[in-house]
């Protein structure tokens, strides 16, 4: 649903009505550039449902409404590498504009509504307002910038509280709780995105139990010790 934009000045344009009763408008990266009157529903989507594949062409840009996506490449083995999470409220596809198709794919995790923001409407509303155009280019460049190789760096442990306390305040940003983290992703995701075995995870997820920093159940993580989570990332935080 979409509403047309005046040659004169911008006008705040009518938010969609799915828009309206979502929870993460206020704080939605699409709501805040301006971005809503441009916005399809897609979805439901169930586990492992691509919303786009490796040189797929380019049709916009995705945010997830309500559930969470990954991002993933294969290698030259075909070996799956997982780039990013997605979580309600942030947008991503974007790299792919400019080359015209997607060198990787964007994966539905769990029960998943998305937004799709075409590009059809995102340069005409770049056509309309410089603005808007400025933070398109901006939220390109930041994603091109996070899709990248996991760095090595720091102790295994350390890299592992970082993505906890990464994600924890991402979804604190979107207007979620930032004590319980529902485990949509699997271990294997998470040791894919953190260039980590997968037992090496299971072992330090039972680790960082075992310290009193969080507790693990078999579809969510609370964290018990945020203060001393936070303490153990600290090096690694903003590296991820």
Avoid at 161 to 170: E, N, P, S, T
Avoid at 214 to 227: H, R, T
Wanted: hydrophobic share 40%; aromatic share 4%.
């Amino acid at each position: 649903m979409s509403t047309v934009l005046q040659e004169t000045a911008p006008v705040q344009a009518a938010v969609p009505a799915f828009c309206g009763a979502c929870i993460h408008l206020c704080k939605c990266q699409a709501e805040q550039a301006g971005l809503t009157c441009a916005v399809e529903r897609r979805g439901p989507c169930r586990q492992g449902d691509h919303l786009y594949r490796p040189e797929t062409r380019f049709s916009g840009a995705y945010a997830v409404q309500a559930g969470m996506a990954k991002t993933v490449r294969r290698d030259s083995q075909g070996h799956e590498q997982v780039l990013a999470f997605h979580l309600p409220g942030e947008l991503f596809g974007l790299d792919a504009r400019g080359q015209r198709q997607h060198t990787n794919a964007a994966v539905a995790l769990g029960h998943t509504w998305f937004c799709h923001f075409p590009e059809t409407k995102l340069s005409k509303l770049e056509d309309d307002n410089e603005e808007i155009r400025k933070q398109l280019g901006r939220m390109t460049r930041r994603l091109r910038q996070s899709y990248r190789v996991r760095s090595a760096e720091g102790r295994a442990d350390q890299r592992l509280a970082a993505f906890i306390v990464d994600l924890c305040d991402r979804r604190v940003a979107v207007g979620l709780r930032g004590d319980r983290l529902p485990m949509l992703m699997s271990r294997i995701d998470i040791a894919s995105f953190l260039d980590m075995a997968v037992e090496t995870i299971s072992r330090l997820l039972g680790k960082l139990q075992k310290q009193g920093l969080i507790k693990v159940g078999p579809n969510q993580l609370d964290i018990i010790d945020a203060a001393g989570l936070r303490e153990l990332a600290a090096p690694l935080l903003g590296n991820l």
